[in-house]
């Protein structure tokens, strides 16, 4: 079964530097996909960016990027110029490509990370 | 924009008391799932459905059984609570296909907490 690991359970940041938050995930499969999602204080998840294993460029989205490295099975998530909008928990998850169990998450533990204005 | 509603935001319930929490999708997404979420543990799948009347256990279905009766709602039954089923409970859905560009759709969740 794949696990998802995020060892940084908070994390702290001044407004406008950049902070990377951590995620490593264990698998066995050569192709998956990855996400990170935001969980603000109002609790509905909303997806920050997506990266497809099989694809070697690191996705971005805006100010949001990911550092994937396949062979490492790590995946971090990098916030530049963070904003106080950013407070938020942050979820590493993982989605196997095939079959009926292709449809669930499995996520990591989260991270919250707070922004010091 | 797709919308994804649970019945209840904040739910106190007694020990061995039977709970429904109900989850309703908008857009006639195949597959909806419900996650619980404790702090230090992150999101844990305990069921999910891929279809009308089908379902499927995830990571920790112990003490919970689902109900879909209907495509959009997806309802989550504690037969006899219990303290340590108390948690935030999130619904999500989406559609069926190989991955590539699904999305998933949550609900604000519901604080469930039993005493």
């Known amino acids: ?9 908070e994390m702290s940041v001044q407004e406008a530097e950049t902070v990377t938050l951590s995620c490593t995930y264990d698998t066995s499969e050569s192709d998956y996909y990855l996400f990170w999602y935001k969980q603000p ?6 997806l920050v960016i997506r990266q497809e294993a099989y694809k070697q460029q690191n996705a971005t989205e805006n100010r949001f990027s990911v550092n994937f490295q396949k062979a490492a099975k790590s995946f971090s998530l990098k916030i530049s110029d963070s904003q106080l909008g950013d407070a938020a ?4 998850a993982y989605r196997s490509p095939l079959g009926q169990g292709a449809q669930k998450l499995v996520f990591g533990q989260g991270t919250r990370l707070t922004i010091n204005p | 924009d797709v919308k994804v509603t649970q019945s209840s935001r904040y739910l106190v ?3 061995g008391e039977k709970v429904f929490l109900e989850c309703v999708q908008d857009m006639d997404h195949e597959n909806m799932f419900w996650y619980r979420q404790d702090p230090g543990l992150g999101l844990r799948l305990i069921y999910f459905s891929y279809d009308v009347k089908m ?8 003490g919970y059984s689902v109900s879909r009766e209907k495509k959009e709602r997806f309802s989550l039954i504690l037969e006899s609570a219990s ?3 108390t948690s935030m409970y999130l619904c999500a859905s989406s ?3 190989t991955g590539r560009n699904e999305k998933l759709f949550f609900g604000s969740g519901t604080q469930l907490s039993v005493l």
Request: a positive charge; hydrophobic letters at 25%.
């Open chain 1, 1 to 9: 079964a794949q696990t998802v690991t995020q060892s940084q359970p």
């Open chain 1, 41 to 46: 204080p109002s609790r509905q998840m909303i």
């Open chain 1, 89 to 92: 928990m942050y979820f590493c």
């Open chain 2, 13 to 15: 319930k007694r020990t």
């Open chain 2, 55 to 62: 379902k499927e256990k995830g990571d920790i279905p112990e």
């Open chain 2, 83 to 85: 303290t340590n089923q």
């Open chain 2, 95 to 97: 559609l069926f296909g």
